[in-house]
């Protein structure tokens, strides 16, 4: 074989092995309801997320159905290395666009929770592409009607600051098609995206006093420390757990919830490092999950 061909041959196999990507098409947002509200134009936005990944985030946002302030997360670029799994790396790419508003939707008022906020994505999401630059593309992975559909509160506490947390999922958990052969994850079937307690949510989503609704943070984002509130909780023994955001625990306490049902308790960050950090409460009837970000 001569040299000039047995160089093409040794080309074609590299090409067909590496699995480069020279431009990616952003996909269309998922459309999950409100179908005669279209998105607006494909933005961009470039950050930090609270674990340290620095991501590249294309989205649109659109006001459907006259009420529901919605965002369409379209596909990520992970820059640089990134150790974070994908369902909490798109939890925390939501919550800081949620956060920062670049979409510049209503904002609620101090002490209130606006529950009319949502994000839509596809249900599976694959990172096994490398682009040009050597940055991992985070692309919807599947075919056919996939939309996930996360309904969110954004709440200032009585000190004004801003937070948010995942309020309630409406679909139906691992409906998306996955190509053979994929490596895809659903992202529609973390914890915390349980649905309230009844009677938590406001009437068609309106501004209301903040109260329980699964567990509450006090501050959010917290510094050295932070307070665990929760209601309507059964009488009885209690674990309390804190996660990082690999599933690492990091805090694992035992708690007691008197006959009120109420359950009030400070947690030191001391041990926590700065990023989101994933709240559990637990007896053998009951789950409940939120975040909570940590800043020094």
Known sequence: ?????????????????????????VPPPCVPDCFGDPFGPTQIAVFTTPSGCVVRVWYSSRLACGIYRDVAIQKVEIIGSCGTPTSMLMDEITAHLFLTNPMGFPEPDTAT??????????????????DCDG??????????PSCCLVKYEVCRDSMGTKYVRPYGSSVTPDTCIVPPGASCE????????????????????A??????????????????????????????????????????????????????????????????????HFVRLNNDQQHLTTTVFIVR
């Open 135 to 144: 940055d991992t593309l985070m692309l919807p992975c599947g075919v056919g």
């Open 1 to 25: 074989m001569s040299l000039f061909r047995w160089m093409i041959s040794f080309l074609l196999v590299a090409v067909t092995l590496t699995p480069l990507a020279v431009s990616q098409p």
């Open 186 to 205: 659903n992202i529609c079937t973390v914890p915390h995206y349980a649905a309230p307690p009844m009677g938590s949510q406001a009437p068609h989503g």
């Open 207 to 276: 501004s209301a006093p903040m109260k329980a609704s699964g567990i509450n943070i006090v501050p959010n984002p917290a510094t050295s420390s932070f307070s665990v509130y929760a209601s309507r909780l059964a009488h009885g023994a209690w674990t309390l757990t804190i996660l990082d955001p690999t599933g690492r625990t990091v805090i694992i306490n035992a708690v007691t919830v008197g006959s009120n049902g109420k359950l009030e308790y400070t947690v030191s960050t001391n041990a926590m490092a700065p990023g989101i």
């Open 113 to 130: 929770c606006d529950t009319l906020y949502r994000v839509t994505r596809g249900q599976c999401w694959r990172r096994d592409t490398i």
